[in-house]
């Protein structure tokens, strides 16, 4: 793909994986849609990245667990940037407990946020994606999309579930020429993992936001008439 010029909408992208992913597009010339809850995030990234790089950032704050946010964010980025070729769906939050100790109301937040609203901007964004016969979709799933274990019965359910939606948008949508991606990471050193009490330990042997960043745009930079269809990024050594 070639970037210069494309357009790119990244949710969760005031910190961690989303910032860092919007940072690379940001280098390769790539105007940018930034969404999350804290807009003093996006300011900040926003007068970073043009300062930086000089590209085009506009940004939207919304929840994306609700529908009527996403909707009016795309809208936004929409009018302000035109034509999106490029959605990183990565916003994500995670918690663990054993399923009789989380609180329900907990359980359905995780899934709301991470598996609905990668499916809200998705129905959002994908229409005129397939107007256009071109587009790229990312959704940053995690190792936990793979495996379940004990006290992930939240996170894992919302991150299989955005496997099986990644694979099955990919079915409907190959044949216009759109792309669909997940990324499956497994611990990344952000205030995610660290507020959920995941393991980081020596922070020079840990993997990092950049590194998730990394293999988001290989995956982009592939010539348009293939894709990778998910890629899991490992810590080495984890010390
Ligand atoms: P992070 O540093 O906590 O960043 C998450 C971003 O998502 C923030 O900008 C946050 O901003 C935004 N966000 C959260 N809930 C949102 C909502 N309801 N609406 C809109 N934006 C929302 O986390 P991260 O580690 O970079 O996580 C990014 C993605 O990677 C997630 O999907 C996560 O599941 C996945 N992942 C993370 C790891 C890891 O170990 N860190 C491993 C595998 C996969 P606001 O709070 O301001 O909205």
Not at 177 to 188: D, E, F, H, Q, Y
């Amino acid at each position: 793909m070639e970037f210069k010029g494309k357009k790119a909408l990244i949710t969760g992208a005031g910190k961690g994986i989303g910032r860092a992913v919007a940072i690379s597009l940001a280098k390769e010339g790539v105007d940018l849609g930034l969404v999350s809850r804290t807009e003093s995030d996006l300011q900040e990234l926003a007068i970073f990245i043009q300062d930086s790089y000089g590209t085009k950032v506009s940004f939207a704050t919304a929840d994306i667990s609700n529908r009527e946010d996403v909707e009016a964010a795309y809208a936004k980025l929409k009018a302000d940037l035109g034509f999106i070729d490029i959605l990183i769906n990565n916003a994500g939050v995670a918690s663990f407990g054993t399923v009789t100790d989380m609180p329900p109301a907990e359980w359905e937040r995780i899934i709301q946020i991470n598996l609905f609203g990668t499916y809200y901007m998705t129905y959002a964004v994908l229409p005129d994606m397939i107007a256009q016969n071109s587009g790229t979709i990312i959704n940053v799933a995690s190792t936990a999309g793979e495996r379940g274990f004990a006290t992930g019965s939240a996170y894992c359910a919302s991150k299989f579930a955005v496997m099986g939606f990644t694979e099955s948008v990919l079915q409907e949508v190959r044949k216009h020429n759109i792309r669909v991606t997940a990324l499956t990471p497994s611990t990344v050193n952000t205030n995610l993992a660290v507020s959920a009490g995941l393991k980081i330990g020596d922070e020079d042997h840990m993997m990092q936001p950049e590194d998730v960043a990394e293999l988001a745009m290989a995956t982009l930079r592939l010539p348009e008439r293939v894709f990778i269809k998910s890629a899991g990024i490992w810590t080495t050594n984890p010390q």
